[in-house]
């Protein structure tokens, strides 16, 4: 059974013009965690989301990649943070945005992209292959789903 039988086709997306701040509003607004980023021609940018943001605002000390492992000593720093959050708010999403998601492809099998979201997390973007123009997500619910109702058609 490939992803695409787990994938959920209508989706909420950004687009690449859109601020931070907008972005966060749709989110909200829309109940979700992380959105596909498209162009014009429904081709994958990135995903944002509130991890995304996350990520953003912490000292690029400790997103290198053998940067800080803890910052408990700092100190007072909430002033600092917000100031950071707000100048990000105003950056356009494409600075924002994680522009190497794992994606899905359409013919890869349930159980692959299963592996896949335990280890990345949801949702996970599934794009055609060699072109990458989006075609859905899959979620967790959505492939546990999947594997019910294929379940069920067995019995």
Request: hydrophobic share 40%.
């Amino acid at each position: 059974m490939p992803c695409i039988d787990a994938m959920v086709d209508k989706v909420v997306s950004l687009t690449p013009d859109q601020t931070v701040e907008e972005a966060m509003k749709v989110l909200e607004t829309r109940q979700i965690r992380t959105a596909p980023v498209l162009d014009e021609n429904n081709i994958l940018l990135g995903m944002f989301g509130f991890e995304s943001l996350l990520k953003q605002m912490l000292p690029v000390s400790v997103r290198m990649p053998s940067g800080l492992q803890r910052l408990g000593f700092v100190r007072g720093a909430k002033p600092d943070i917000a100031r950071r959050l707000r100048s990000i708010k105003a950056q356009s999403l494409t600075d924002a945005m994680n522009r190497d998601p794992i994606v899905l492809s359409p013919d890869l099998s349930v159980w692959e992209g299963i592996r896949k979201l335990a280890k990345h997390g949801s949702p996970l973007p599934v794009v055609e292959n060699g072109t990458n123009r989006f075609l859905g997500i899959v979620t967790e619910q959505s492939a546990i789903a999947e594997l019910e109702r294929d379940e069920y058609s067995s019995r």
